[in-house]
């Protein structure tokens, strides 16, 4: 028999239990650093150095971060779902924890691409996007044809590669599942529209979310707690 397909649309709260700081809550990340200098192509362009600097630590942080039970409450869905996971997320929990098909909007914190040719300016190629582990990178580090080296993170300002293929995989959905995010930044906040008429949509979050929809239930839990819910909740379906 065909497996169902459930896509799954994770932000930052997904990985919060796994110490990883989410952005817009009390004491998030944009408490303490100014998104325009930080995480827009302007800010690179003014300061690289303080970019660079930024997701050296967030690299930093994640290496000795690990998965916890709500990355593989998803990933174990693929047991009985066709699953596709549509993080926003630039870390690398949902593909530790086992999960096969994601798609990383906004890009992934162990890879780097050439600033030149690889932005919108000049134009954008996967294949010269490479894997850089864990290492930090420093103005002067290279890539092979001599452009400084660039984290591989979609900042505000850019165009957003991968929202064709996100749309693709929630209109196709028969189940859509929304963790951990706060549904601020467009264009991922928008893609549960695309959802079909009928398809439930269950999100979880501990906190009120922004969206009111009739297909929509809210499960009003952290990530791991609100997993173990879900879980229960396609059991009894
Ligand atoms: P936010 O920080 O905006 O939202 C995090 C959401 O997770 C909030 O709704 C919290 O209530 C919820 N949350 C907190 N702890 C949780 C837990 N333990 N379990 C479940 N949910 C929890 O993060 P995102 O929505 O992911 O983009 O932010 C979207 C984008 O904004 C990011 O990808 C990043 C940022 O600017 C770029 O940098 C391009």
């Given amino acids: 028999m065909k497996k169902k397909k459930i896509t799954v649309l994770t932000g930052a709260g997904v990985s919060a239990e796994s110490g990883i700081s989410t952005f817009r809550d009390s004491n998030g990340l944009w408490e303490n650093y100014r998104v325009e ?14 970019v660079l600097d930024f997701y050296n630590q967030r690299r930093r942080q994640l290496k000795d971060a690990q998965p916890n039970a709500a990355h593989r409450a998803i990933a174990s ?23 096969t098909k994601i798609i990383h909007l906004h890009g992934e914190l162990t890879k ?19 894997d850089i582990g864990y290492d930090d990178i420093s103005l002067g580090d290279l890539a092979p044809d001599g ?5 591989h993170i979609v900042w505000f300002g850019e165009a957003v590669p991968k929202i064709e293929q996100a749309i693709d995989a929630v ?45 929509i239930v809210h499960i009003r839990e ?7 819910i879900f879980k229960n909740i396609l059991k009894s379906e």
């Avoid at 691409?113 to 190629?125: I, L, T, W």
């Avoid at 398809?199 to 009120?208: E, L, R, V």
């Fill in 147 to 151: 452009a400084q080296l660039r984290p």
């Fill in 77 to 99: 869905l693929e047991q009985d779902y066709d699953v596709t996971v549509v993080t926003q997320n630039v870390d690398n929990l949902h593909e530790r924890a086992g999960s």
């Fill in 222 to 228: 952290v990530a791991t707690k609100g997993m173990e």
């Fill in 37 to 50: 200098d930080v995480a827009s192509i302007e800010g690179w362009y003014r300061n690289p150095a303080v």
């Fill in 171 to 215: 209109s196709r959905a028969d189940i859509l599942l929304i963790v951990g995010t706060s549904l601020q930044v467009y264009p991922a906040a928008g893609l549960y529209r695309y959802a079909g008429y009928d398809t439930p949509i269950y999100i979880i979050d501990p906190k009120d979310v922004p969206v009111n929809d009739r297909r």
């Fill in 112 to 130: 780097v691409r050439p600033e030149d040719r690889c932005n919108e300016r000049d134009g954008f190629s996967e294949a010269e996007v490479f």
